[in-house]
């Protein structure tokens, strides 16, 4: 059975950091793609970050880039958003998912197919 199970969610000052940890199993880790997604009630989901286990490449939204890290511990089956400079408008659910699927651009989002339960961000003003 696959899981995904995300961790690290809280209430943290503007300007604050978290680590946002997803422990997978159940699937062959080395082969897949994980992904980062955030969503605030009423809009669409955003894709925040990629990591693809199987060559290093990562993706990283505009709106994130320079103040979050995403990073893979393949020995423990689980990757890690490093979330710094939080800023009001990072609050979200986050979600972790991965996909086994080749895509050649990466960011393929459609292909994701495993979620998990999500962690709840808050970054108070």
């Known amino acids: 059975e696959v899981q995904l199970v995300e961790s690290g969610g809280g209430l943290v000052q503007a300007g604050g950091s978290l680590r946002l940890s997803c422990a997978a199993s159940?699937?062959?880790?080395?082969?897949?793609?994980i992904a980062w997604f955030r969503q605030v009630p009423g809009k669409r989901r955003e894709a925040v970050s990629e990591?693809?286990?199987?060559?290093?490449?990562?993706y990283y939204g505009d709106s994130v880039k320079g103040r979050f890290t995403i990073s893979s511990d393949n020995a423990k089956n689980t990757v890690y958003l490093q979330m710094n400079s939080l800023k009001p408008e990072d609050t979200a659910v986050y979600y972790c998912?991965?996909?086994?699927?080749?895509?050649?651009?990466?960011?393929?989002?459609?292909?994701?197919?495993?979620w998990g339960q999500g962690t709840r961000v808050t970054v108070s003003s």
């Open positions: 998912a991965a996909h086994g699927y080749y895509c050649s651009t990466y960011t393929c989002w459609d292909l994701y197919n495993e």
């Open positions: 990591i693809s286990i199987v060559d290093g490449h990562t």
């Open positions: 159940g699937f062959a880790f080395d082969d897949y793609t």
